[in-house]
């Protein structure tokens, strides 16, 4: 069982920045994938990015590559999502999400989610 939580969301404007948490329990966080997704009002979940287990793999959704960057500290059973450059259609809601499989990274079958985090930018 691994449960996380998202935390460092809020209020920026547009063109700033801001950095997530994401903090997992469970000794096994090295053998998750991570992933990071957002659900802005009235739409879907959407793929925002992932990281592979070692932290060596990365993969970003086209509409945040180049802004966004996501890293971890499996020491600290701990992900970083980094957000650069941040625009209005960025507000939603972010979720961390953990999974075994990285071929399913960009789907919404993991494992195990965050409750999320809100994060809204003014235009």
């Known amino acids: 069982q691994v449960q996380l939580a998202e935390s460092g969301g809020g209020l920026v404007q547009a063109g700033g920045s801001l950095r997530l948490s994401c903090a997992a329990s469970?000794?096994?966080?090295?053998?998750?994938?991570m992933g990071w997704f957002r659900q802005a009002p009235g739409k879907g979940r959407e793929f925002v990015a992932a990281?592979?287990?070692?932290?060596?793999?990365?993969l970003y959704a086209d509409s945040v590559k180049g802004r966004f960057t996501i890293s971890r500290d499996n020491a600290k059973n701990t992900m970083y999502p980094q957000m650069n450059s941040l625009k209005f259609e960025d507000t939603a809601v972010y979720y961390c999400?953990?999974?075994?499989?990285?071929?399913?990274?960009?789907?919404?079958?993991?494992?195990?989610w965050g409750q999320g985090t809100q994060v809204t930018v003014s235009s």
């Open positions: 469970g000794r096994t966080f090295s053998a998750y994938v």
């Open positions: 990281i592979s287990g070692s932290g060596g793999t990365t």
């Open positions: 999400a953990a999974t075994r499989a990285w071929v399913l990274v960009r789907g919404l079958t993991y494992d195990y």
